[in-house]
């Protein structure tokens, strides 16, 4: 679907993107997340053709950006942070001239108006003007101009800045709604967003890409193996004796317990080692109960901070 080979863009002496490679197949959400200054929207900026790359090849569906710009365009609806809105138009004025800039034939244009305002729930605020509809509404209103066009593609930058809890969550719901007919790159600081609506996150960091993966897997890799995180009814000294026998812990972490008359710890496996079963049969026949067992994860924020702090050390 979207393919970019060796993308460099450069302003002056300054790199802003530096080499980056990665695919995007129909149908994926995927999140496009780094710090800022990183190089995310220059990026996004080249997939929608307002920029242009000064090395390497951006393809949609086989097309080269550089070769076939309108076809790519046309493929691609663009939600920027600060959506263009007009706001002395009503909505569907608006959408009717959004309509007009893509090209939609006249006889198509009140059917598909009705179908975004639809699918984004503005339908019910058609002939309000833009100005009067709170954040959330304007927020909807521009994704409906991104979608005016039946885009193939939707890149979304920042799609929920500025929205309260509930607005967040209802504009999340459209993104992942939309994903079901759509190829979506979510840009957004806001990572459990990101968390729930993508199964696979590029980060870029000075222009580099550091990671192209799913959350679970770069988690998996920044940890070398999985961490079980007990709390465990027994001491210390007999805990560390039974565990102790389980060949595939390659360390045991006791710390603070946060309940009184128990020991807790965060036992390491051996990379690509499920611990789970062996720590219950130790456990057991060391007549330990066992209080809490989970697998400490990584959140998106971890993986992130990791990641990009880790590229800023060793630059």
Known sequence: MIEVTNLVRRYGPHIAVDHASFKIEKGEIVGFLGPNGAGKSTTMNILTGYLSPTEGVVKVNGLDILEHPMEIKRSMGYFPESPPLYMDMTVREYLSFAAEIKRIPKSERKSRMNTVMATVGVEDHSKRLIKNLSKGYKQRVGLAQAMIGDPEVLIMDEPTSGLDPKQILEIRGLITEL?????????????PEVSAVCKRVLIINRGVLVADDTPENLAHRLLGGSHISLRLDGSQTDVAKALGKVPSVVKLDFQESQEAGTTQLIAEAAPDADIRRDLF?????????????RSQDMSLEDIFLNLTTQEEATA
């Open 179 to 191: 994903g079901k007919d759509h190829t979506i790159i979510l840009s957004s600081h806001i990572l």
């Open 281 to 293: 049969k130790a456990l057991a026949a060391a007549n330990i109960p066992i209080l809490m067992m």
